[in-house]
């Protein structure tokens, strides 16, 4: 896989990145590095991988050309990486394939892993059925009642989903319960992370699994139309689909990055998940990076209208691109969010998550101040159908 010059041997990506994590879990982490390090080399790894991307996720997914959208704001031609058509709907099963994968030539039957829309649990899920291995979810209570269908699909596919009642109820209190289970059963269990955060080697192997998503994007740029494209957009959360998409064109130094976070209610107000344009520097589990605290130095209660973007944490690559200017990062709130979730429908007959319309409202007004001649292309991460209860009500219809 391209660029491996980073994170170093310890993890960081510059100043980022890293450990921090109770010793009891340390001997799991250099675990599951050497397992990872290990399947990078075997030929057999890469091949089952690259065959149940084919044949159950539906890889590759199209680069498609949004004509209309394109005409209708005028400017640079706008292209969507269709992640909304991979199974289960999101770039999510990406990674839970691949550490799917790992879990089982690490001998390990037992998954764990956190939700905060579910859509990460879905994909986690999916796959253990698929694989042959016990699931268990821990989800915010909060988030339990907001996203019922993927709690159900979940339950559907063999997996245990577990409330967890602490805190705000929702995707950090998760990730805390998901980590207490592990420090208890480390010996069994494979905790499936779902975005570039946490612990070293985490940031890496999720980016490297997602990393597939900027691959074939490439490939399929220079057979469609002989180039590369001038502009890479993706809405930040965790930030996988973002860094799965820039990461196979980090040296190519003309194709711009631009990350999306979400400004919710407004970038002044306290509710918001925009982590790099308005964090600090701390540890959130058990990586350095930027992330959101209170006056008081609590991890912050964040707000987004899309759940899957609404974490106070953003993963160490991202902070390293933010210094490094390698990436642009900016912010659309809840009502462009709204306003791009409609667009996309209206002009090109496609729904999609509410996560993924931060980057399309962004790349659509930024398309209108470019010449034709330019090239955008926007990760679809995902569909919108798990979304259409809370756009219903946003929009009262
Ligand atoms: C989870 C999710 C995101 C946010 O997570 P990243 O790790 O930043 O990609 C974005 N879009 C969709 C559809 C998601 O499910």
């Known amino acids: 896989m391209e660029n491996r010059a980073m994170p170093d041997k310890k993890g960081y990506f510059g100043e980022y990145g890293g450990k921090f994590v109770p010793e009891t879990l340390m001997p799991a982490l250099d675990e599951l590095e050497k397992a990872y390090t290990e399947a990078l080399d075997d030929a057999a790894f890469h091949e089952e991988f690259k065959i149940l991307c084919r044949d159950y996720i539906g890889r590759p997914t199209p680069l498609y050309c949004a004509r209309q959208l394109t005409a209708k704001m005028g400017g640079a031609t706008i292209l969507l990486k269709r992640e909304d058509l991979a199974h289960t709907g999101a770039h999510k099963i990406n990674n839970a394939l691949g550490q799917g994968l790992l879990a089982k030539r690490m001998g390990k039957k037992r998954i764990i892993a956190e939700t905060g829309a579910g859509q990460h649990g879905v994909a986690v899920a999916t796959v253990c059925a698929m694989l042959g291995l016990e699931c268990i979810v821990y989800m915010g209570s909060k988030d339990i009642k907001r996203q019922a269908s993927n709690v159900n699909r979940m339950k559907l596919t063999g997996a245990e989903v577990r409330p967890v009642n602490s805190g705000s109820r929702t995707l ?29 080697a985490y940031p890496m192997i999720v980016r490297d699994f997602q990393a597939i998503i900027g ?44 990350g999306v976070e979400a400004a919710g209610q407004g970038l002044d107000t306290d509710k918001h998940s925009a982590t790099l344009a308005k964090g600090k520097t701390g540890v959130l589990h058990g990586t350095k990076s930027y992330l959101l605290e209170d006056k008081n130095g609590q991890i912050s209660e964040t707000h987004s209208i899309a759940p899957g973007l609404d974490y106070p944490g953003v993963g160490p690559e991202h902070s390293f691109y933010k210094d490094s200017g390698r990436a642009t990062y900016v912010s659309v709130n809840d009502a462009q969010a709204l306003e791009g979730f409609k667009l996309l429908c209206e002009t090109e007959g496609i729904i999609p998550a509410l996560e993924s319309s931060h980057a399309v409202y962004y790349a659509a007004h930024m398309a209108a101040d470019l010449s034709p001649d330019k090239i955008i292309i926007v990760n679809l991460s995902g569909r919108g159908d798990k979304d259409l209860d809370i756009v219903n009500r946003a929009l009262k219809i």
């Open 172 to 200: 950090k209190d998760a990730i805390n319960e998901a980590i207490r289970d592990w420090v208890s059963n480390v010996e069994t269990t494979h905790y499936l992370l779902g975005s570039v955060v946490g612990p070293h």
């Open 215 to 258: 691959r074939e994007a490439i490939e399929q740029m220079l057979r469609q139309y002989l180039r590369l494209p001038d502009y890479l957009v993706a809405c930040v959360g965790g930030g996988s689909n973002s860094i799965g998409l820039f990461h196979a064109f980090y040296d190519e130094k003309e194709v711009k990055f631009i």
